[in-house]
Structures are given as C-alpha cells and as structure tokens.
C-alpha cells in the first residue's frame, strides 16, 4: 500500500478554481499561436467548421471520459488506469500520456520562450522603424541563435517548476485564478483595438467565410489534431486534474464551460489577428511565424502600438504558463503517487528530464538545423509524434475505456454524483464514447497517415 493511500490529496478548492486550471491548461500556445495561422492556412470559415464539429462530437466526450476515469479513480494518468482495470494492460494508455507530456513540453517550452524574448524586445521598444523583413531577420537570428533563447526556455521552465511545485490549491489553483481572468481581459482589448482598424472586415471575412476548396486530408488531420491539443486531450492532463475535482461538482458543467472558454477564446485571437493583418495588407498565411513577425510588424504601424505588442506578448505568456503547468503535473503526479517520490524533488526530476529534451528542440532551429530523423528537426519530430499520433490514439483509448471497460453503469455513477444528478444526455454520451469517437478518431487518423485513400 501507497503512502497516497493515507494521505489526503491535495484537491482544487472552488467551482472557479477548478475551472480556471482546467481552462488554463486548455487556453496556451494552441489558441494564440497555433491556431490562427493554422486556420490561415487550411481555409479559414472551412477549417473553423470541420474543427468545432471535432469539438463537439470528439472534444466533448473525450473532455468528459478523461475528468470521469480521474475523479473516479482519485490517482494520476497511469494509476487511474491500473487502479480501475487492475491487472490489465489499460494502463499503458497512461504511460503514453506521460510520454506525451515529455514530448509536448519540450517543443511549448521553447515557444514559450520565445514568448518571453519578445516581451523584453516590447519594452525596449525593439521593433519601432523595422519592415517585415527586418522583423524577419530578427525572428530568424533569435531563434536561430544558441544562448538567448535556451536562456528563455529555461526560465519559463523555473516558472512552471516554481507553481506546480507549490500543489494544486496554493500553487496551479492559486495562480491560474488571478491570471486566467488577467487573460481575458488582454484579449478583449486586442480585439477591440484590431476591430476597430480600417478594413478590419476583410480580416474577418477570411476567418469565417469557408474556403472548402483548401480543406485537404492535411489540413482535417490537422483540425483533428489541433482539436485535441488545444482542449489538453489525450494525454491524461484532464485525468490528473478530475482526480483533484471533488465528489460534489457536476463535470458536464465543467466540461461544456472548459470547451467553450477554450473555443471562444481561440476565435477571439483570431479576431484579434487576422483584422490587423487585412488592414496592415499582409499575407495572412504567413505561417508559424504569424505572431512573431507579423505582429510586431502591424503593432509597430499602428497608434498605441507599444503599448498592444508589450500586453499581446505578456498574454501568450501568460496563456503558456497556464498551460505549461498542466502537462508538467501530469508527470509530477505519477512521480509522486506511482514511484513515490516528494512533491519538490518529482518536480525538479521531471523538469530537468524535460528540459533536456527541450535543449534538442531550440536547438533544430539552430547549430542542429542539420538534423533529421524521418525528415523533420527535432521540434518537428516532438510536435508531430504528441499532436498528431499520441493524443489522438490516446484519446481513442480514453473513450473505448470509458464506453467498453468502465461500461454504463460506472460512468453513469461518476458522471451523475451517484445518481443525484439528472443526466438525460448520458444515453447520448455513451452512444459518442462507444461507437462515434473511436470511428472518427480512427478515419481521420488513419486516412490523415495516408494508410487509407478514399
Ligand atoms: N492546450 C494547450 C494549448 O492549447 O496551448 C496545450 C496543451 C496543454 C496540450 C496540456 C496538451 C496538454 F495536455
């Protein structure tokens, strides 16, 4: 028996606590950085549509199977599994989230890095007279660089280490509540600011009049992709977290307002780029580094312009950390419950572990550029395996277990607070989870590996 069998978990403390960690983990890099070059690529409106059609019908009952196995199990990813279906080979789902997290902060660390870079390159007021060449340049030469920008990542690494080391209630409860709010209110003002630029229509025409015609099998595996990564599916975050949600709150709640935020506010940092990038005529497609260049280009142009680029920059900070924390945890908790190691020194192993492979990832943009393995750089590498394979085929696994192994009567228990909540919508959420989400998840994934050509 596990010294967690007779010390209390730490748990989150309030109905917004919980929301304001389950949204911080969902709202990161996914929305700010990701998802608007993405969509910008694959199709705007076309893109948006076939991606909330993935929320809705996978995002939701994937949401809701991985907050179901944690709170009912009380125990991390790989020990939810192994104390739910002992002695089978379910938990194998776990330790591949773990595997995931690994991956998923080594690349986010980096970005998230870069985050940081330019809030420092805001207050000195770094991209005042510069055209987007020049911008170019500077994204290239820093990313490109060794120390600089290992030097970020490591710092936003002592950040997250320093709130997930501090527990659930004083530390990722505690500072996703001031900062999540914090979060929202920077990216109304972005909006607004960008909404009220000449020519902001033509922005928003592009995000939500459909495209169908830019809508390939990449950019669907993509829409799949994105989906699960922006929610944190797939890898157990969301199980790690159900385990600390008490017995009495209603998780259908939690899930429908976690989603939404999420979506909302991905649409929101739309709304706050691509108006800016009509009435500044920039190419909108201009990929990955859409926030980096393109950014402090129209915020350089445009009045009050120091101003939005220092708070746009302290946002995606904010929106990583919040996020960063989450994944971190996933490994802290199966450190501390599963190989018994203290909270402090889990934290310091796990990140340090991370960090490492981190190291690889700022470096593919630099002295390891060379470096290929299956034809892409390290980063590359970390992002598509977590992305694309293992949260996808990890959330195939999450619902087949909730719909196949945990069955009906379980989950009904967990998702009804013992029965004292009404859940006419559970017949639904089993049908999803049983047939819906594993067909889906496996067309879109086996088709988007070109295993399968319709
Ligand atoms: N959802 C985060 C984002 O959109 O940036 C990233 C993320 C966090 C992915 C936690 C996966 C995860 F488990």
């Known amino acids: 028996m596990s010294n967690s069998d007779f010390t209390p978990r730490d748990t989150f403390g309030s109905k917004f606590g919980i929301i304001a960690a389950a949204a911080g983990s969902a709202v990161g890099l996914g929305n700010i950085w990701k998802f608007p070059y993405v969509a910008g690529q694959n199709g705007g409106g076309a893109f948006l549509i076939v991606y909330l059609l993935f929320i809705i019908a996978i995002?939701?009952?994937v949401m809701m199977s991985e907050f179901s196995i944690g709170r009912r199990a009380q125990r991390n990813a790989i020990g939810s599994f192994k104390k739910l279906a002992p002695g089978s080979p379910w938990y194998l789902v776990g330790v591949m989230g773990v595997a995931a997290a690994f991956l998923i902060l080594s690349f986010y660390s980096a970005v998230a890095g870069w985050t940081l870079e330019?809030?420092?390159?805001?207050v000195t007021n770094a991209f005042a007279g510069k055209n987007e060449s020049e911008l170019n340049l500077m994204f290239g030469n820093f990313i490109s660089g060794t120390w600089r920008p290992l030097f970020w990542q490591l710092l936003f690494m002592i950040f997250t280490v320093w709130i997930v080391m501090a527990g659930i209630k004083k530390g990722i409860e505690k500072y996703t509540k001031v900062l999540m709010p914090l979060l929202v209110v920077i990216i109304i003002i972005l909006c607004i600011r960008s909404l009220t630029l000449p020519?902001?229509?033509e922005g928003l025409a592009f995000l939500f009049r459909p495209d169908f015609s830019k809508l390939t099998t990449d950019a669907v595996l993509g829409a799949l992709g994105q989906a699960f990564f922006s929610l944190s599916l797939g890898m157990g975050t969301l199980i790690t977290y159900g385990s600390y949600i008490g017995k009495q709150y209603n998780l259908s709640g939690t899930v429908i307002q976690v989603s939404a935020t999420d979506t909302i506010i991905?649409?929101?940092?739309?709304?706050?780029?691509?108006?800016?990038v009509f009435a500044f005529g920039i190419d909108p497609a201009e990929g990955p580094g859409l926030v980096f260049i393109t950014l402090p280009n129209i915020f350089q142009q445009m009045p009050g312009g120091y101003f939005f680029a220092l708070v746009f920059f302290v946002l995606l900070a904010v929106a990583a950390l919040t996020s960063s924390i989450s994944v971190?945890?996933?490994?802290?908790?199966?450190?501390?419950?599963?190989?018994?190691?203290?909270?402090?020194?889990?934290?310091?192993?796990?990140?340090?572990?991370?960090s490492v492979l981190?190291?690889?990832?700022?470096?593919?943009?630099?002295?390891?550029s060379e470096v290929t393995i299956f034809g892409l750089g390290f980063f590359n590498l970390m992002d598509f395996t977590a992305s694309n394979l293992l949260l996808p085929l990890g959330g195939l696994f999450i619902v087949l277990f909730v719909g196949w192994v945990l069955g009906a009567e379980r989950s009904r228990n967990e998702i009804s607070n013992q029965g004292t909540l009404r859940v006419g919508y559970f017949p639904v959420f089993m049908f999803l989870v049983k047939f819906i989400a594993p067909f889906a998840i496996t067309l879109v994934f086996i088709y988007g590996l070109g295993l399968l050509r319709l």
């Open 358 to 368: 981190g190291v690889f990832c700022t470096l593919s943009f630099g002295v390891m």
């Open 199 to 201: 020519g902001a229509g």
């Open 266 to 276: 991905a649409i929101m940092a739309g709304i706050a780029i691509f108006p800016a």
């Open 59 to 61: 995002g939701l009952p």
């Open 328 to 354: 971190l945890e996933v490994v802290v908790a199966y450190f501390v419950e599963e190989l018994h190691i203290s909270r402090k020194r889990a934290t310091m192993i796990a990140a340090l572990m991370i």
């Open 118 to 122: 330019y809030i420092s390159k805001s």
